[in-house]
């Protein structure tokens, strides 16, 4: 029998995953990276992408992770992230990691210029106010 990690993936809903791995694959902003049961402790930041984990039975599964957090810790491998979408298709899930993270970033990306510009706005008539109150 192989060493193994425990690989435990939540969202802010709940536990998506929690299983016993022997390789754990996923992608960071900085590129794809692997991690086996003895490798340090690390921890990264990862971007929308495909969690790849080799079960106990050498079998490949797959979880398409919303960007989160990955916590390598002794044999306890935590990935905190804000979705997951559990999948058999490699090339289907990508697909669909594309579309949905892919979808949710644009709404946040134009959420956040919504906001910037409330704040701009709010700044502006913060100046304007103390322009009318001076001497």
């Known amino acids: 029998m192989s060493e193994t990690m425990t690989l435990r993936v939540v969202t802010p809903t709940g536990v998506a ?5 022997t390789r754990i ?15 340090v402790d690390y921890v990264t930041e990862l971007i929308p992408g495909v969690l790849i984990h080799d079960d106990e039975g ?5 979880l398409g992770v919303n960007s989160g957090t990955l916590v390598k810790c002794g044999a306890e491998v935590t990935v905190a992230t804000r979705d997951a979408i559990p999948g ?7 697909r669909r990691v594309a579309e949905t993270f892919g979808r949710i970033d644009d709404r946040e990306r134009a959420a956040r210029g919504a906001l910037a510009r409330l704040e701009a706005g709010l700044v502006r008539r ?5 322009r009318e109150t001076s001497p």
């Open 17 to 21: 995953l929690e299983t016993a791995a």
């Open 25 to 39: 694959v996923a992608v960071s902003p900085v590129g794809a990276f692997g991690m086996l049961p003895r490798h």
């Open 58 to 62: 050498g079998e490949e599964r797959f």
């Open 88 to 94: 058999d298709d490699l090339s289907a899930l990508e």
């Open 126 to 130: 913060f100046f304007d106010l103390g």
